[in-house]
């Protein structure tokens, strides 16, 4: 079974930074991208970064420049670093990650993590 847990959210004020962490547990074979969603109260869920297990990274316009994405293949972890936080980034963050189960499966299926709120308030 695989399960991802996500940790390091909660409140800082407008310019603050937080970082967030997403671990991918139990039995796979492989995990190809990793990322992040997120979703503000009263809209839809919107992607905010992917990276890739080479570390190729893609950032939606919104956070370039603010965020940067990493991961740690030894550890099965994805890192988003969030800077110059403001009231607008207020969201349930979403990690995900694109994972082989096993060798025989031939693809990959997406699983997600439970969700981390992150509020920028004064």
């Known amino acids: 079974q695989v399960q991802l847990v996500e940790s390091g959210g909660g409140l800082v004020q407008p310019g603050g930074s937080l970082r967030l962490s997403c671990t991918v547990s139990?039995?796979?074979?492989?995990?190809?991208?990793m990322g992040w969603f997120r979703r503000a109260p009263g809209k839809q869920r919107e992607l905010v970064t992917t990276i890739n297990n080479g570390g190729g990274s893609h950032y939606e316009d919104f956070v370039k420049g603010r965020f940067a994405v990493s991961r740690d293949n030894t550890k099965n972890t994805v890192y988003l670093f969030m800077n110059s936080l403001q009231p607008e980034d207020t969201a349930v963050y979403y990690c995900?990650?694109?994972?082989?189960?096993?060798?025989?499966?031939?693809?990959?299926?997406?699983?997600w993590g439970q969700g981390t709120q992150v509020t920028v308030s004064s």
């Open positions: 995900y990650a694109d994972v082989v189960v096993t060798a025989s499966r031939g693809h990959e299926d997406r699983y």
């Open positions: 139990g039995s796979f074979f492989n995990i190809f991208a």
